[in-house]
C-alpha cells in the first residue's frame, strides 16, 4: 500500500507542475487567441481524441492488468498498434477536408494535417508509457509529462505570438510528442518489442474488445457531444464552451488526475493478490470527496474574479457557465475510480455495457440543450452527471465491492461538513462584497485564505483519513528533505 501511495503523490506532484504550465500558458495564449480560432482547435481536438482511442483500443491497459506480461506479448500489442495507426493515419489526412467543410471551418484540415505527425509515433509512446505504469515507475513519467508539457508551452507561446492563430496548437503537439518519445524511450529502452508479431493477438483482441471498447464509447461520446455543439453552434461558442469546462473540470484535472493515473495499476494489484476491493473502493471514494468537493466548491464562489485572472476580458461569457458546469460535477463523488476498478477486478464487459448505456443516456440530452444555447448545453451536465454517477456506482456494488449505499452516504458524510466548513468564511466575504459579480482579487485571496484553514481545522476535528493522508504526505517530504540537508562537519 505504501508503493501505491507514493506513486500517487508522485502523480499528483506531476499533474500540479504541468497544470501549473498549462495555467500559465492558458493565462497569455487566451489573450492572443479569440474563441472563435480557439474553437477550432477543439474541433480539431475532438478528431485527435476519437482517432487516438481508435488506436489504443485497450492495449495499454491489457500491458498494465495482464497478471503475466511476457516479451511476445508486448510485441503483440506494439504490432497491433502499428496497424492501426497506420490505418487510422490515412483516414483522418483522408477526410481532414471533407471534416472542415462539414463544419464551416476552412481551418480545421490543415490543422488535422499537421496534428498527424504527432498521432504517427503513439506506436512507439503508447507502450512505453504503459510499461512505465505497470511498474509503477510514476517518477520517470512525471519527468516525461512535465518536460513535455514545459516544450509544449514553450513553443504554443512563441508561436501564438508571432502570428500562428490556432495552428500553434499544431506546432506545439508536434514538438512536445518528439520531445516526450525520446524521453520514453530513454528511461523505458524496452527495443526488443518493436519487433512484429501477432503470436498473442487473439488474447489481446478478446481483453481489448471490450476494455478498448469502452475507452471508444466514452470517447466517441465525448467526439459527437462536441461535434453536436458544433453543428448547431459557431466555433467561436464551442471555444467558450469547452474554455468553461476545462475551468470547471481543473480539480479533476490536477487533483484527481494523479489518483486517476495510479488508479488502474493499484487496483490490479490488489486484485490480483485478493485485497478488499470494498474497503479499497470506499477508503477512495471518502479521501477523494474530502478533496475535491471544496475545490469545486470554491470555483464556484470565484468563478468571477478566476475567470477574468486567467481568460482575460474576451472569455467573460464563460463565468455562468462556469458555475453550472461545476455544480454539476459536485454530484460526481467518485471521479476517474469506478472504470478502474471494474476494469482491475476483470469485469471488463461489465465496463463496456455501462459506456453504452451512459452514452445512449447523455447524447440525447446534449442533442436536444444543444439547440436552445450555451447555457441549456451547460445545465445538461446536471443530469448527466447525476445518471452517469448512479449507473457506474451500481455497477462496482454489484459486480465488485459488495457494499451497500449507506456505506456509501457514511463514506461522504465527513467530506460534505469539512466542505460547509470550508466555505462558510468565503460565502460571507462574497455577501459582503455584494454578490458573485463584486467581489475583487483582494476578496478572493482572504476568502481562500479563510477556507484552507478552515478546512484543515474540519478535516482536523472531525477525524477525516484524508487528514491523516496529508499529514503523513507532509512528513515525507520534511524527512526527504531533512535527508537533502549536509550532516555537521560535512566539507562545503
Request: proline letters at 5%.
Amino acid at each position: 500500500m505504501d508503493k501505491v501511495r507514493i506513486a500517487v503523490v508522485i502523480a499528483t506532484a506531476d499533474k500540479y507542475l504541468t497544470t501549473v504550465f498549462t495555467l500559465l500558458t492558458t493565462a497569455v495564449v487566451a489573450r492572443i487567441i479569440n474563441p472563435a480560432e480557439f474553437g477550432v482547435t477543439v474541433l480539431g481536438g475532438a478528431a485527435l481524441l476519437l482517432a487516438n482511442t481508435l488506436r489504443d483500443v485497450g492495449t495499454s491497459a491489457y500491458i498494465i492488468q495482464t497478471p503475466e506480461l511476457t516479451t511476445g506479448k508486448a510485441r503483440a500489442v506494439f504490432t497491433m498498434n502499428l496497424i492501426l495507426t497506420a490505418v487510422i493515419l490515412v483516414g483522418l489526412l483522408l477526410s481532414s477536408p471533407f471534416l472542415a467543410v462539414a463544419f464551416n471551418t476552412p481551418g480545421l484540415g490543415i490543422y488535422l494535417q499537421v496534428c498527424a505527425a504527432p498521432f504517427a509515433v503513439g506506436a512507439i509512446v503508447y507502450p512505453l508509457h504503459a510499461l512505465l505504469a505497470r511498474d509503477l515507475a510514476f517518477g520517470k513519467l512525471a519527468v516525461v509529462n512535465i518536460i513535455s508539457t514545459l516544450v509544449n508551452s514553450v513553443t504554443l507561446i512563441v508561436t501564438a505570438y508571432i502570428g500562428a492563430s490556432y495552428m500553434s496548437f499544431a506546432y506545439a503537439q508536434v514538438v512536445s510528442a518528439i520531445v516526450g518519445t525520446v524521453l520514453l524511450v530513454y528511461f523505458r529502452p524496452s527495443f526488443e518489442i518493436f519487433r512484429p508479431s501477432l503470436k498473442f493477438w487473439k488474447e489481446i483482441l478478446s481483453f481489448s474488445i471490450f476494455s478498448g471498447g469502452t475507452g471508444i464509447v466514452q470517447r466517441a461520446s465525448e467526439v459527437i457531444s462536441v461535434m453536436t455543439v458544433g453543428v448547431f453552434m459557431t466555433p467561436a461558442m464551442v471555444g467558450l464552451l469547452n474554455r468553461a469546462s476545462m475551468i470547471s473540470q481543473f480539480p479533476e484535472r490536477t487533483i484527481m488526475a494523479g489518483v486517476n493515473a495510479a488508479a488502474l495499476p493499484a487496483f490490479s494489484k490488489a486484485a490480483r493478490e485478493k485485497g478488499d476491493m470494498r474497503r479499497y473502493y470506499l477508503a477512495a471514494v471518502e479521501r477523494i470527496s474530502g478533496l475535491i468537493w471544496p475545490c469545486l466548491a470554491m470555483i464556484i464562489l470565484l468563478a468571477n474574479p478566476l475567470i477574468r485572472v486567467f481568460l482575460g476580458d474576451q472569455w467573460l461569457e464563460t463565468i455562468p457557465l462556469v458555475q453550472i458546469i461545476a455544480g454539476g460535477l459536485l454530484l460526481n463523488f467518485p471521479p476517474g475510480i469506478n472504470y478502474p476498478i471494474l476494469v482491475a477486478a476483470g469485469a471488463v464487459r461489465k465496463a463496456f455495457m455501462l459506456s453504452i448505456l451512459q452514452s445512449c443516456i447523455a447524447l440525447p440530452i446534449i442533442a436536444v440543450s444543444a439547440q436552445f444555447g450555451l447555457e441549456a448545453v451547460a445545465w445538461a451536465t446536471w443530469p448527466i452527471v447525476a445518471i452517469n454517477v448512479i449507473l457506474s456506482t451500481h455497477f462496482v456494488k454489484a459486480y465488485v465491492a459488495k457494499f451497500s449505499w449507506l456505506d456509501l452516504l457514511r463514506a461522504l458524510k465527513l467530506s460534505l461538513l469539512s466542505t460547509l466548513a470550508a466555505i462558510a468564511g468565503p460565502a460571507v466575504i462574497i455577501w459582503h462584497a455584494g454578490g458573485f459579480d463584486q467581489i475583487g482579487i483582494m476578496g478572493s485571496i482572504a476568502a481562500v485564505a479563510i477556507a484552507c484553514p478552515c478546512w484543515l481545522l474540519a478535516l482536523w476535528a472531525l477525524r477525516h483519513p484524508l487528514f491523516a493522508e496529508l499529514s503523513r504526505a507532509i512528513r515525507s517530504i520534511l524527512l526527504r528533505l531533512n535527508r537533502m540537508r549536509p550532516a555537521d562537519g560535512t566539507p562545503l
